[in-house]
Protein backbone atom coordinates (compact mmCIF):
# COMPACT_ATOMS: atom_id res chain seq x y z
CA UNK A 1 0.00 0.00 0.00
CA UNK A 2 1.65 3.25 -0.73
CA UNK A 3 0.65 7.31 -0.52
CA UNK A 4 1.93 9.39 -3.06
CA UNK A 5 1.62 12.27 -1.11
CA UNK A 6 1.89 15.79 -2.54
CA UNK A 7 1.73 18.33 -0.09
CA UNK A 8 -1.42 20.43 -0.51
CA UNK A 9 -2.65 24.20 0.55
CA UNK A 10 -2.60 23.11 4.32
CA UNK A 11 0.98 23.22 4.93
CA UNK A 12 4.47 22.23 4.05
CA UNK A 13 6.54 18.93 4.14
CA UNK A 14 4.92 16.23 5.27
CA UNK A 15 5.84 14.76 8.38
CA UNK A 16 4.25 11.44 9.59
CA UNK A 17 5.11 9.96 12.98
CA UNK A 18 6.88 6.77 12.65
CA UNK A 19 5.58 3.40 13.02
CA UNK A 20 7.50 3.36 15.87
CA UNK A 21 5.69 5.82 18.19
CA UNK A 22 2.39 4.73 17.24
CA UNK A 23 0.50 3.32 20.06
CA UNK A 24 1.10 -0.52 20.20
CA UNK A 25 -2.55 -1.60 20.17
CA UNK A 26 -3.43 0.93 16.87
CA UNK A 27 -0.11 -1.17 14.96
CA UNK A 28 -2.08 -4.50 15.93
CA UNK A 29 -5.85 -3.36 14.90
CA UNK A 30 -3.80 -2.10 11.05
CA UNK A 31 -1.63 -4.76 11.02
CA UNK A 32 -3.22 -6.46 8.07
CA UNK A 33 0.21 -7.25 6.23
CA UNK A 34 0.22 -11.12 6.20
CA UNK A 35 -1.59 -11.39 2.86
CA UNK A 36 1.56 -8.98 1.25
CA UNK A 37 3.97 -10.86 3.33
CA UNK A 38 2.67 -14.28 1.92
CA UNK A 39 2.56 -12.63 -1.34
CA UNK A 40 6.00 -11.75 -1.09
CA UNK A 41 7.54 -15.19 -0.02
CA UNK A 42 5.58 -16.70 -2.99
CA UNK A 43 7.41 -14.17 -5.29
CA UNK A 44 10.38 -15.07 -3.95
CA UNK A 45 9.69 -19.06 -4.12
CA UNK A 46 9.08 -18.08 -8.19
CA UNK A 47 12.02 -16.45 -8.61
CA UNK A 48 14.27 -19.46 -7.46
CA UNK A 49 11.94 -21.80 -9.84
CA UNK A 50 12.78 -19.82 -12.69
CA UNK A 51 16.79 -19.22 -11.65
CA UNK A 52 16.86 -23.36 -11.36
CA UNK A 53 15.31 -23.72 -14.53
CA UNK A 54 17.82 -22.28 -16.59
CA UNK A 55 20.74 -22.92 -14.28
CA UNK A 56 21.71 -26.84 -14.92
CA UNK A 57 23.07 -27.73 -11.39
CA UNK A 58 19.98 -25.85 -9.59
CA UNK A 59 17.77 -27.78 -11.63
CA UNK A 60 19.25 -31.62 -11.19
CA UNK A 61 18.81 -30.57 -7.26
CA UNK A 62 15.83 -29.65 -6.82
CA UNK A 63 14.34 -32.47 -9.24
CA UNK A 64 15.02 -34.44 -6.33
CA UNK A 65 13.70 -34.51 -3.34
CA UNK A 66 15.66 -31.19 -2.17
CA UNK A 67 16.38 -30.30 1.93
CA UNK A 68 14.62 -26.91 0.96
CA UNK A 69 11.20 -28.42 -0.41
CA UNK A 70 11.51 -30.70 3.01
CA UNK A 71 11.72 -27.53 4.97
CA UNK A 72 9.01 -24.87 2.99
CA UNK A 73 7.22 -25.94 -0.14
CA UNK A 74 8.14 -28.20 -3.08
CA UNK A 75 10.37 -26.63 -5.60
CA UNK A 76 9.94 -27.85 -9.17
CA UNK A 77 12.42 -26.18 -11.72
CA UNK A 78 9.82 -25.76 -14.29
CA UNK A 79 8.32 -22.64 -15.65
CA UNK A 80 4.27 -23.49 -15.27
CA UNK A 81 4.98 -24.14 -11.66
CA UNK A 82 6.97 -20.64 -11.49
CA UNK A 83 3.95 -18.67 -13.25
CA UNK A 84 1.39 -21.00 -10.62
CA UNK A 85 3.51 -19.25 -7.85
CA UNK A 86 3.15 -15.75 -8.98
CA UNK A 87 -0.39 -16.09 -9.76
CA UNK A 88 -1.44 -17.38 -6.64
CA UNK A 89 1.26 -14.49 -4.98
CA UNK A 90 -0.70 -11.66 -6.80
CA UNK A 91 -3.63 -13.72 -5.90
CA UNK A 92 -2.75 -13.61 -1.95
CA UNK A 93 -1.99 -10.35 -2.08
CA UNK A 94 -5.28 -9.19 -3.23
CA UNK A 95 -6.73 -11.12 -0.09
CA UNK A 96 -8.74 -13.69 -1.96
CA UNK A 97 -10.36 -16.03 0.30
CA UNK A 98 -10.17 -18.99 -2.30
CA UNK A 99 -6.78 -18.20 -3.08
CA UNK A 100 -6.25 -18.87 0.99
CA UNK A 101 -7.98 -21.76 0.56
CA UNK A 102 -5.99 -23.51 -2.18
CA UNK A 103 -2.53 -21.97 -0.43
CA UNK A 104 -3.42 -24.07 2.61
CA UNK A 105 -4.43 -27.31 1.10
CA UNK A 106 -2.38 -27.70 -1.95
CA UNK A 107 1.19 -26.04 -0.41
CA UNK A 108 0.46 -26.51 3.57
CA UNK A 109 -2.00 -29.87 3.86
CA UNK A 110 -0.76 -32.32 0.84
CA UNK A 111 2.75 -31.14 1.62
CA UNK A 112 2.18 -32.06 5.49
CA UNK A 113 0.69 -35.52 4.70
CA UNK A 114 3.92 -36.49 2.78
CA UNK A 115 6.29 -35.28 5.69
CA UNK A 116 4.07 -37.46 8.42
CA UNK A 117 3.95 -40.52 5.88
CA UNK A 118 7.90 -40.37 5.69
CA UNK A 119 8.62 -40.12 9.30
CA UNK A 120 6.26 -42.53 9.87
CA UNK A 121 8.41 -44.78 7.38
CA UNK A 122 11.70 -43.33 8.98
CA UNK A 123 12.00 -40.11 7.33
CA UNK A 124 15.02 -37.97 7.91
CA UNK A 125 15.23 -35.03 10.93
CA UNK A 126 14.79 -32.59 7.83
CA UNK A 127 11.43 -34.05 7.41
CA UNK A 128 10.45 -33.35 11.08
CA UNK A 129 11.71 -30.16 10.95
CA UNK A 130 9.63 -29.11 7.81
CA UNK A 131 6.81 -30.47 9.57
CA UNK A 132 7.28 -28.21 12.68
CA UNK A 133 8.00 -24.75 10.21
CA UNK A 134 5.29 -25.27 7.93
CA UNK A 135 2.98 -26.05 11.29
CA UNK A 136 3.72 -22.72 12.30
CA UNK A 137 2.80 -21.22 8.78
CA UNK A 138 -0.20 -23.11 9.10
CA UNK A 139 -1.21 -21.74 12.68
CA UNK A 140 -0.27 -17.97 11.35
CA UNK A 141 -2.57 -18.51 8.39
CA UNK A 142 -5.20 -19.94 10.46
CA UNK A 143 -5.00 -16.67 13.06
CA UNK A 144 -4.48 -13.86 10.14
CA UNK A 145 -7.16 -15.99 7.75
CA UNK A 146 -10.15 -12.96 8.81
CA UNK A 147 -7.68 -10.70 6.55
CA UNK A 148 -8.13 -12.62 3.39
CA UNK A 149 -11.81 -12.26 2.79
CA UNK A 150 -11.90 -10.82 -1.05
CA UNK A 151 -14.35 -12.82 -2.97
CA UNK A 152 -14.05 -13.56 -6.99
CA UNK A 153 -16.97 -13.62 -9.13
CA UNK A 154 -18.80 -16.83 -9.90
CA UNK A 155 -18.60 -15.60 -13.83
CA UNK A 156 -15.05 -15.88 -13.52
CA UNK A 157 -14.95 -19.51 -13.07
CA UNK A 158 -16.57 -20.27 -16.47
CA UNK A 159 -14.39 -17.87 -18.12
CA UNK A 160 -11.09 -19.63 -16.68
CA UNK A 161 -11.47 -23.23 -16.50
CA UNK A 162 -12.55 -22.28 -20.76
CA UNK A 163 -9.18 -20.84 -21.22
CA UNK A 164 -7.36 -23.39 -19.29
CA UNK A 165 -9.04 -25.88 -21.20
CA UNK A 166 -8.74 -24.55 -24.58
CA UNK A 167 -5.02 -23.47 -24.15
CA UNK A 168 -3.73 -26.60 -22.68
CA UNK A 169 -5.37 -28.43 -25.69
CA UNK A 170 -3.25 -26.72 -27.95
CA UNK A 171 -0.01 -26.93 -26.02
CA UNK A 172 -0.58 -30.50 -26.08
CA UNK A 173 -1.70 -30.49 -29.73
CA UNK A 174 1.08 -28.26 -30.66
CA UNK A 175 3.62 -29.96 -28.35
CA UNK A 176 2.60 -33.42 -29.78
CA UNK A 177 3.75 -32.31 -33.60
CA UNK A 178 6.49 -30.79 -31.94
CA UNK A 179 8.43 -33.77 -30.17
CA UNK A 180 7.17 -35.79 -33.16
CA UNK A 181 8.85 -33.49 -35.50
CA UNK A 182 11.73 -32.85 -34.06
CA UNK A 183 12.24 -35.29 -31.23
CA UNK A 184 12.35 -39.00 -30.92
CA UNK A 185 8.93 -40.56 -29.65
CA UNK A 186 7.84 -44.72 -30.24
CA UNK A 187 4.31 -43.17 -30.53
CA UNK A 188 1.90 -40.06 -30.82
CA UNK A 189 0.62 -41.27 -27.33
CA UNK A 190 3.93 -41.48 -25.78
CA UNK A 191 4.47 -38.04 -27.04
CA UNK A 192 1.50 -36.34 -25.81
CA UNK A 193 2.24 -38.33 -22.33
CA UNK A 194 5.99 -36.89 -22.42
CA UNK A 195 4.12 -33.53 -23.03
CA UNK A 196 1.84 -33.84 -19.80
CA UNK A 197 5.00 -34.80 -17.96
CA UNK A 198 6.91 -31.79 -19.19
CA UNK A 199 4.17 -29.43 -18.09
CA UNK A 200 4.25 -30.80 -14.62
CA UNK A 201 7.47 -30.37 -14.09
CA UNK A 202 9.42 -34.08 -15.19
CA UNK A 203 6.68 -36.07 -12.93
CA UNK A 204 8.08 -39.23 -14.05
CA UNK A 205 5.23 -40.17 -16.46
CA UNK A 206 7.82 -41.03 -19.60
CA UNK A 207 10.92 -42.40 -19.05
CA UNK A 208 14.11 -40.20 -20.48
CA UNK A 209 15.48 -42.62 -22.39
CA UNK A 210 12.16 -43.40 -24.51
CA UNK A 211 11.10 -40.09 -25.79
CA UNK A 212 14.01 -37.21 -25.87
CA UNK A 213 12.93 -33.84 -27.37
CA UNK A 214 15.04 -30.51 -28.09
CA UNK A 215 15.91 -28.37 -25.53
CA UNK A 216 14.25 -25.47 -27.22
CA UNK A 217 11.16 -27.56 -27.78
CA UNK A 218 11.06 -27.74 -23.97
CA UNK A 219 11.50 -24.24 -23.44
CA UNK A 220 8.67 -23.54 -25.99
CA UNK A 221 6.33 -25.77 -23.91
CA UNK A 222 7.35 -24.41 -20.71
CA UNK A 223 6.97 -20.73 -21.75
CA UNK A 224 3.26 -21.88 -23.73
CA UNK A 225 2.16 -23.55 -20.31
CA UNK A 226 3.32 -20.63 -17.83
CA UNK A 227 1.07 -18.55 -20.29
CA UNK A 228 -2.28 -20.67 -20.03
CA UNK A 229 -1.50 -20.74 -16.34
CA UNK A 230 -1.22 -16.91 -16.27
CA UNK A 231 -4.02 -16.13 -18.24
CA UNK A 232 -6.63 -18.67 -16.77
CA UNK A 233 -5.97 -17.46 -13.05
CA UNK A 234 -6.04 -13.52 -14.29
CA UNK A 235 -9.45 -14.43 -15.59
CA UNK A 236 -10.44 -16.77 -12.19
CA UNK A 237 -9.22 -13.84 -9.78
CA UNK A 238 -10.20 -10.40 -11.70
CA UNK A 239 -11.52 -7.85 -9.50
CA UNK A 240 -14.80 -6.90 -10.03
CA UNK A 241 -15.41 -3.35 -11.47
CA UNK A 242 -16.87 -0.35 -9.72
CA UNK A 243 -19.73 0.24 -11.26
CA UNK A 244 -21.26 2.82 -8.79
CA UNK A 245 -20.08 6.71 -9.34
CA UNK A 246 -21.25 9.93 -7.88
CA UNK A 247 -24.76 10.33 -7.74
CA UNK A 248 -26.81 13.31 -7.14
CA UNK A 249 -27.01 12.84 -3.39
CA UNK A 250 -23.67 11.83 -3.18
CA UNK A 251 -22.70 15.08 -4.93
CA UNK A 252 -24.90 17.13 -3.15
CA UNK A 253 -22.92 16.07 0.56
CA UNK A 254 -19.62 16.07 -1.03
CA UNK A 255 -20.43 20.11 -1.99
CA UNK A 256 -21.46 20.63 1.44
CA UNK A 257 -18.74 19.32 2.72
CA UNK A 258 -16.10 21.08 0.39
CA UNK A 259 -18.28 24.55 1.18
CA UNK A 260 -17.73 23.47 5.26
CA UNK A 261 -14.33 22.10 5.87
CA UNK A 262 -13.09 22.78 1.96
CA UNK A 263 -10.20 24.80 3.34
CA UNK A 264 -8.36 21.42 4.35
CA UNK A 265 -7.41 20.50 0.42
CA UNK A 266 -7.15 22.74 -2.55
CA UNK A 267 -7.66 20.23 -4.74
CA UNK A 268 -10.99 18.54 -2.80
CA UNK A 269 -13.21 20.18 -5.36
CA UNK A 270 -12.01 17.26 -7.55
CA UNK A 271 -14.16 14.83 -5.19
CA UNK A 272 -17.26 16.23 -7.65
CA UNK A 273 -16.36 14.40 -10.92
CA UNK A 274 -19.39 12.12 -11.75
CA UNK A 275 -16.89 9.39 -13.08
CA UNK A 276 -15.70 8.84 -9.11
CA UNK A 277 -17.31 6.66 -6.27
CA UNK A 278 -17.00 7.82 -2.68
CA UNK A 279 -17.27 5.51 0.84
CA UNK A 280 -18.94 7.70 3.58
CA UNK A 281 -17.80 7.42 7.10
CA UNK A 282 -21.27 6.24 8.18
CA UNK A 283 -22.31 4.37 5.22
CA UNK A 284 -24.75 6.95 4.03
CA UNK A 285 -24.94 10.35 2.82
CA UNK A 286 -27.51 11.84 4.59
CA UNK A 287 -25.48 10.99 7.99
CA UNK A 288 -21.80 11.44 6.66
CA UNK A 289 -19.17 13.67 7.93
CA UNK A 290 -16.67 12.65 6.33
CA UNK A 291 -15.87 10.25 3.47
CA UNK A 292 -13.36 9.34 0.53
CA UNK A 293 -13.69 10.15 -3.11
CA UNK A 294 -11.66 7.51 -5.57
CA UNK A 295 -12.03 5.72 -8.65
CA UNK A 296 -10.89 2.02 -9.67
CA UNK A 297 -8.20 1.57 -12.45
CA UNK A 298 -7.77 -2.62 -12.80
CA UNK A 299 -7.50 -3.79 -9.34
CA UNK A 300 -6.25 -0.64 -7.49
CA UNK A 301 -8.71 1.45 -5.49
CA UNK A 302 -6.86 4.73 -6.40
CA UNK A 303 -8.42 7.76 -3.70
CA UNK A 304 -7.38 11.48 -4.65
CA UNK A 305 -6.62 14.34 -2.34
CA UNK A 306 -7.22 14.25 1.50
CA UNK A 307 -10.32 12.82 2.42
CA UNK A 308 -13.74 14.83 2.30
CA UNK A 309 -15.06 16.42 5.09
CA UNK A 310 -14.65 17.10 8.65
CA UNK A 311 -11.16 15.97 9.45
CA UNK A 312 -11.81 14.90 13.21
CA UNK A 313 -14.14 11.73 11.19
CA UNK A 314 -11.25 11.09 8.82
CA UNK A 315 -10.20 8.04 10.10
CA UNK A 316 -13.33 5.95 10.06
CA UNK A 317 -14.01 7.26 6.32
CA UNK A 318 -10.67 5.62 5.77
CA UNK A 319 -11.68 2.87 7.52
CA UNK A 320 -14.49 2.45 5.52
CA UNK A 321 -12.43 2.61 2.38
CA UNK A 322 -10.20 -0.14 3.59
CA UNK A 323 -12.98 -2.55 4.39
CA UNK A 324 -14.48 -1.84 0.92
CA UNK A 325 -11.15 -2.77 -1.01
CA UNK A 326 -10.57 -5.35 0.72
CA UNK A 327 -13.68 -7.03 0.53
CA UNK A 328 -13.24 -6.74 -3.60
CA UNK A 329 -9.66 -7.52 -3.88
CA UNK A 330 -8.62 -3.75 -4.37
CA UNK A 331 -5.42 -2.61 -3.36
CA UNK A 332 -5.29 0.45 -2.30
CA UNK A 333 -2.99 4.13 -3.51
CA UNK A 334 -3.53 7.89 -2.87
CA UNK A 335 -2.50 10.52 -4.83
CA UNK A 336 -2.11 14.28 -4.34
CA UNK A 337 -2.95 14.08 -0.63
CA UNK A 338 -2.20 17.15 1.79
CA UNK A 339 0.32 17.18 4.59
CA UNK A 340 -2.85 16.60 7.20
CA UNK A 341 -4.42 13.62 4.89
CA UNK A 342 -1.49 12.01 4.20
CA UNK A 343 -0.83 11.73 8.10
CA UNK A 344 -4.20 10.68 8.35
CA UNK A 345 -3.64 8.17 5.57
CA UNK A 346 -0.47 6.90 7.28
CA UNK A 347 -2.17 6.51 10.45
CA UNK A 348 -4.67 4.09 8.64
CA UNK A 349 -1.80 2.06 7.65
CA UNK A 350 -0.21 3.36 4.62
CA UNK A 351 3.16 4.63 3.96
CA UNK A 352 2.96 7.92 2.81
CA UNK A 353 5.86 9.08 -0.21
CA UNK A 354 6.71 12.77 -0.57
CA UNK A 355 6.61 13.81 -4.47
CA UNK A 356 6.53 17.97 -4.14
CA UNK A 357 5.10 21.29 -2.86
CA UNK A 358 1.91 23.34 -4.00
CA UNK A 359 2.73 26.70 -4.78
CA UNK A 360 0.24 28.94 -3.53
CA UNK A 361 0.00 32.45 -3.98
CA UNK A 362 -1.18 35.25 -2.37
CA UNK A 363 -3.07 38.18 -5.42
CA UNK A 364 -2.76 40.49 -2.17
CA UNK A 365 1.08 40.95 -1.77
CA UNK A 366 2.17 39.14 -4.89
CA UNK A 367 5.04 41.23 -7.19
CA UNK A 368 7.12 40.82 -10.37
CA UNK A 369 9.27 43.36 -8.54
CA UNK A 370 12.36 42.60 -6.71
CA UNK A 371 15.65 40.77 -7.97
CA UNK A 372 14.19 37.28 -7.62
CA UNK A 373 11.31 37.94 -10.13
CA UNK A 374 13.52 38.96 -13.02
CA UNK A 375 13.27 35.60 -15.28
CA UNK A 376 9.28 35.98 -14.78
CA UNK A 377 9.26 39.75 -15.91
CA UNK A 378 11.23 39.20 -19.18
CA UNK A 379 8.36 36.45 -19.78
CA UNK A 380 5.55 38.77 -19.04
CA UNK A 381 7.15 41.72 -21.17
CA UNK A 382 7.86 39.23 -23.85
CA UNK A 383 4.30 37.82 -24.06
CA UNK A 384 3.00 41.35 -23.83
CA UNK A 385 5.29 42.92 -26.45
CA UNK A 386 3.55 40.27 -28.90
CA UNK A 387 0.07 41.56 -28.11
CA UNK A 388 -1.03 38.46 -25.23
CA UNK A 389 -3.40 39.65 -23.02
CA UNK A 390 -5.42 37.63 -20.50
CA UNK A 391 -9.08 37.61 -18.59
CA UNK A 392 -10.52 36.24 -15.62
CA UNK A 393 -14.09 35.40 -14.82
CA UNK A 394 -16.35 33.21 -13.72
CA UNK A 395 -18.22 29.96 -14.89
CA UNK A 396 -21.13 31.43 -14.00
CA UNK A 397 -20.91 34.67 -16.15
CA UNK A 398 -20.02 32.91 -19.42
CA UNK A 399 -22.98 31.67 -21.58
CA UNK A 400 -23.52 28.23 -23.61
CA UNK A 401 -21.97 29.14 -26.74
CA UNK A 402 -18.68 30.57 -25.37
CA UNK A 403 -17.86 27.82 -23.75
CA UNK A 404 -18.52 25.44 -26.91
CA UNK A 405 -16.10 28.02 -28.66
CA UNK A 406 -13.58 27.39 -25.87
CA UNK A 407 -13.99 23.62 -25.96
CA UNK A 408 -13.26 23.87 -29.81
CA UNK A 409 -10.02 26.35 -29.11
CA UNK A 410 -8.84 23.69 -26.54
CA UNK A 411 -9.24 20.46 -29.06
CA UNK A 412 -7.46 22.47 -32.18
CA UNK A 413 -5.08 23.39 -30.03
CA UNK A 414 -4.32 19.50 -28.37
CA UNK A 415 -4.15 18.98 -32.32
CA UNK A 416 -5.09 15.03 -31.20
CA UNK A 417 -8.50 15.46 -30.13
CA UNK A 418 -7.70 14.13 -26.63
CA UNK A 419 -9.39 14.61 -23.03
CA UNK A 420 -8.55 17.96 -21.35
CA UNK A 421 -5.64 17.50 -18.37
CA UNK A 422 -5.11 19.73 -15.56
CA UNK A 423 -1.69 19.99 -14.40
CA UNK A 424 -2.58 17.62 -10.96
CA UNK A 425 -6.15 17.10 -11.96
CA UNK A 426 -9.25 17.82 -13.97
CA UNK A 427 -12.79 18.17 -13.41
CA UNK A 428 -13.59 16.48 -17.21
CA UNK A 429 -16.60 18.54 -17.68
CA UNK A 430 -16.80 21.93 -18.88
CA UNK A 431 -20.17 24.65 -18.60
CA UNK A 432 -21.77 22.58 -16.06
CA UNK A 433 -24.40 25.11 -14.15
CA UNK A 434 -22.88 23.65 -10.66
CA UNK A 435 -19.65 24.83 -11.06
CA UNK A 436 -20.65 28.83 -11.43
CA UNK A 437 -17.54 29.82 -8.83
CA UNK A 438 -14.81 28.19 -10.64
CA UNK A 439 -12.82 30.35 -12.33
CA UNK A 440 -12.11 30.10 -15.89
CA UNK A 441 -8.43 32.18 -17.16
CA UNK A 442 -8.65 32.82 -21.37
CA UNK A 443 -5.58 33.44 -23.07
CA UNK A 444 -5.30 35.15 -26.51
CA UNK A 445 -2.91 36.25 -28.96
CA UNK A 446 -2.47 39.31 -30.67
CA UNK A 447 -4.70 37.94 -33.55
CA UNK A 448 -7.35 37.70 -30.81
CA UNK A 449 -7.43 33.70 -31.09
Not at 150 to 166: D, E, K, Q, S
Not at 289 to 294: D, E, L, R
Not at 296 to 323: F, K, M, T, Y
Not at 398 to 421: I, K, P, T
Request: with cysteine; charged share 20%; proline share 4%.
Amino acid sequence: MAVDLNTSADGGSADVEPAATKPARAQVLNDDRWPDRLASAMFAFSFLVVVSTFIPPLRRYFRHYDALSMLTIPIVPNLVYAALLIAMGIALRRRLRAAWWIFVIWWIFLPQLVRIASIATGGSLIQIGGLVIMSAVFVILWRARHQFHAHGRPRNVLAALICFLVGSAVVLLLGTWLVSAFGTTPDLPTATLHVVDKMLGDAGLVRHDVVRSPLWVTLLLDVMGAAVILTSTYLLFKPPPETKTLNAVDEARVRTLLRSFGEWDSLGYFATRRDKSIVWNTGSAATAQAGVSYRVIGSVSLASGNPVGDPEHWASAIEQWREKSRANGWSMAVMGAGERGGAAYAEAGLTPFEIGDEAILDMRSFSLNGPGMKAVRQSVSRLQRRGYTTSMVRHGDVDAAHFDELSNSASRWRGDGGDERGFSMALGRLGDPLDAQCVLVEAHDAEGN
